[in-house]
């Protein structure tokens, strides 16, 4: 399932209202705007509407609406889901969810609503504690199963926040009596950990996963040999030594490993063994036939590039829509680099323009005339940024 | 001295239009300070013609190595141009990946929001699909590369006349092209510097002037302002 558009606000009525207007958001986007122009927290915004829908976090203030769209077969269905939450408290003042225009699920403040039955279409009433989602705790495989794509679509999604650490800290520790192979892994929950990604995965698909990283490392112009685990010395976990990851560069005799890896080469290489094992394992779960757009988990990253010299994040963009498009994955990135926004199409930008406590996005959907007399003015895409001309019609 | 700067895309303008400004310009008059760049950062290629203290004419060529667009680069660093004593820029866009069609939105496009400031005149010029088209369209330098690429030879294997054909309206892929003639002869044309100069060095600029130029508006466009900016 792909989310197409999303909007939000929060603390409305109050001194810190803070809204973005509705944005749409295709298979490829790229999220630029000013510093504080609020970007990450659009992300941010997305990853949290994801982590409640999945029930992996408790319910947080603030008022979303967010559309989706899910290929049956050749037809295409349109799903949205909407929620409200008071402002400074978990309570639910009201939730909904539609396909294709019709209602399947209404919540009041209360805790009451409804839920459509599956098998008779019925309305089926029930009253759910005020401050949990009627979309997690009436979840049901066979009375419900309508909430399923927007659970797998919230529980799949992984957001990395590249100028973070990107799990430069943690290790991998084999457990005892754990499987040599797991048959699915959920990598939304192992954003900071490449090297619990790295085994698992590598465990599982062997080189062909070592093979992918690294024609991407030679790809962002780090040429490595090979990539292992080794133990870190002089550390143990409850008896178990932790295990790191590194890699052989070219010129080199001795790995390199993570805690000793430039922190724009680390993330760089966390990305590649991230995206790579969201890929494989998504693969693994749909044999003998090519992954359509929303199997795999979406992937959304924050601030991409930062750490890493020009070439190099021009090069990891590249490489990530290759990916992204091959593979039909959403990606969705944000940045302010002028080498990246040069990079990247037009048709894929989301620009972001605060006004107060107003966001408004602006994009090839509508702005679309201002987008393409642009590409005649014969200028950096940069230039667009840079020069508002996004807001020529509003100026 | 009048000072003036060009501004190319690629490698292939980058020899060409040099070759091209020490011709018409002719010998003596002009010093041509050739420049690309990377990340940003200008970068001395070479400097040819008459030393800089004797020459008439002070160019700067600059490679922007495809790294962006050309009018952008000029823009960001408009000041720094009149500060050096520029008085005239030219920037020369590629209309590729764009089609034909959009050939005049696209010039017009190119020549807004240029003119703010009475010390640099800054115009740009519109290379119609690549650089090759015009050299496809100039007949007498066949025959240097390989003495078996005659002109009825060229028509038979590219269907395509140098003498007729305007190249910039009617090939869509003059670089490939350029590579069939030459691989028939056991040549190839695949924009190495080496090949690209073989192809400069062998150009009769006499029948670019002239005949090319009488085909081709976006040749007769550029050197029109060439000419404009006092190299001739």
């Known amino acids: 399932m792909q989310l197409t558009n999303i909007s939000y606000q929060e603390n409305k009525g109050l001194p810190s209202h803070w809204r973005v207007e509705r944005l749409t958001l295709g298979g490829i986007s790229l999220v630029v705007g000013k510093n504080s122009s609020g970007k990450t927290r659009l992300l941010n915004v997305i990853d949290n509407i994801a982590k409640m829908v999945s029930g992996r976090i408790f319910a947080t203030s603030g008022e979303w609406k967010a559309n989706f769209e899910r290929r049956k077969g050749q037809a295409l269905e349109h799903q949205e889901y909407s929620l409200n939450v008071a402002a400074g408290t978990r309570l639910v003042v009201e939730e909904s969810f539609e396909i294709n225009h019709q209602r399947i699920m209404h919540r009041q403040e209360s805790g009451a609503g409804f839920v459509l039955k599956k098998s008779s279409k019925s309305r089926v009433q029930y009253k759910v504690p005020q401050d949990q989602l009627m ?18 679509w919230g529980a799949g999604l992984c957001y990395y926040r590249f100028g973070s650490e990107l799990g430069k800290n943690s290790f991998t520790a ?8 797991d048959s699915n892994l959920l990598l939304a929950g192992l954003v900071d950990n490449a090297a619990h990604v790295y085994r698992k995965t590598f465990d599982r698909f062997k080189d062909v996963y ?19 685990l080794a133990f870190t010395p002089g550390l143990i976990f409850n008896g178990i030594p932790p295990m790191q990851l590194g890699v052989m560069e070219k010129d080199r005799t001795w790995p390199t490993y993570q805690g000793e890896m430039s922190q724009g080469m680390y993330r760089a290489f966390a990305i590649c063994v991230q995206m790579n094992a969201n890929i494989l394992w998504e693969k693994s779960l749909r044999v003998g036939r090519e992954l359509a757009l929303g199997d795999a988990p979406m992937v959304v990253i924050d601030d991409i590039g930062e750490g890493l010299d020009y070439t190099r994040s021009k090069a990891l963009v590249r490489c990530l829509i290759e990916k992204a498009t091959e593979n039909n994955i959403q990606l969705v990135m944000s940045s302010n680099d002028r080498f990246i926004m040069n990079d990247v199409p037009l048709e ?20 679309k005339e201002l987008f393409e007399e642009f590409q005649y003015l014969g200028l950096n895409n940069f230039d667009f940024f840079s020069g508002e001309l996004f807001l020529r019609n509003s100026k | 001295m009048k000072k003036v700067a060009v501004f190319v895309e690629g490698w292939t303008e980058f020899f060409f239009v040099a070759r091209l400004i020490e011709e018409m310009a002719g010998f003596g008059r002009v010093h041509l300070r050739m420049e690309h760049q990377h990340g940003g950062t200008p970068h001395l290629y070479r400097k040819v013609g008459a030393p800089e203290e004797a020459a008439e004419i002070e160019v700067l060529l600059m490679n922007c190595c495809g790294d962006g667009k050309v009018k952008s680069y000029i823009l960001e660093r408009r000041q720094l141009l009149i500060n050096r004593g520029y008085s005239f820029v030219i920037g020369l866009q590629d209309l590729f990946p764009k089609p034909l069609g959009d050939w005049e939105k696209f010039e017009a496009g190119l020549n807004q929001d240029l003119d703010d400031d009475p010390r640099v005149k800054i115009v740009m010029a519109l290379q119609v699909m690549e650089a090759e088209a015009w050299f496809l369209n100039e007949s007498k330098h066949y025959e240097k590369i390989h003495p078996r690429l005659t002109i009825p030879y060229v028509k038979a294997v590219a269907e395509f006349d140098p003498l007729s054909d305007p190249a910039e309206t009617k090939v869509p892929h003059p670089a490939k092209l350029l590579d069939r003639i030459y691989k028939s002869v056991d040549l190839g044309y695949a924009k190495r510097e080496s090949e690209v100069r073989r192809t400069v060095d062998a150009l009769d600029y006499e029948e670019l002037f002239v005949t090319v130029r009488a085909m081709s508006k976006s040749l007769s466009g550029f050197l029109s302002q060439l000419e404009t900016a006092g190299i001739c």
């Open chain 1, 210 to 228: 070592k093979s992918l990283i690294l024609d991407d490392l030679q790809t962002l112009g780090f040429p490595c040999s090979d990539v292992v």
């Open chain 1, 174 to 181: 084999l457990a005892p009596n754990e499987p040599t192979q």
């Open chain 1, 348 to 367: 894929n930008w989301v620009i972001l323009h605060r006004e107060g406590s107003e966001v408004r996005a602006f994009d090839y959907q509508n702005s």
């Open chain 1, 135 to 152: 979309a997690v705790v009436r979840r049901d495989e066979i009375q419900h199963p309508y909430f399923d794509h927007l659970h797998r």
